[in-house]
């Protein structure tokens, strides 16, 4: 079992940055696919940015790609995503979650193929 502590929300004008944290705990996150989902009122939860923690590969949804970068810190089994240039439409629930299926080595977009999911954190982005 893996338990995902996200940090890191709060509320911030637009162009302005956040920097969330998901912090992992009661298993290593090697061979792990990391990944950053969100939610936003009346909306399905969507992909965000994943990480692939044995081959170190990073992908993202086309709406935040050059805008959102996805990290780790494998000393403290973290991952990290840093948000820049943000936009009031980039405003919800924001999810970390875990898949260990594919050894880390892939990735996957769907929500239904992570089985380990944070409580999330809410960003507020204001216009």
């Known amino acids: 079992q893996v338990q995902l502590a996200e940090s890191g929300g709060g509320l911030v004008q637009a162009g302005g940055s956040l920097r969330l944290s998901c912090a992992a705990s009661g298993r290593t996150l090697s061979r792990s696919t990391m990944a950053w989902f969100r939610q936003a009122p009346g909306k399905e939860r969507e992909f965000v940015a994943a990480?692939?923690?044995?081959?170190?590969?990073?992908y993202y949804a086309g709406s935040v790609k050059g805008r959102f970068t996805i990290s780790r810190e494998i000393a403290k089994n973290t991952v990290n995503l840093q948000m820049n240039s943000l936009k009031p439409e980039d405003t919800a629930v924001y999810y970390c979650?875990?898949?260990?299926?594919?050894?880390?080595?892939?990735?996957?977009?769907?929500?239904?193929?992570?089985?380990?999911w944070g409580q999330g954190t809410q960003v507020t982005v204001s216009s």
């Open positions: 990480l692939t923690w044995t081959g170190g590969g990073t």
């Open positions: 979650a875990a898949d260990f299926s594919r050894y880390g080595i892939t990735y996957s977009s769907s929500v239904g193929d992570y089985d380990y």
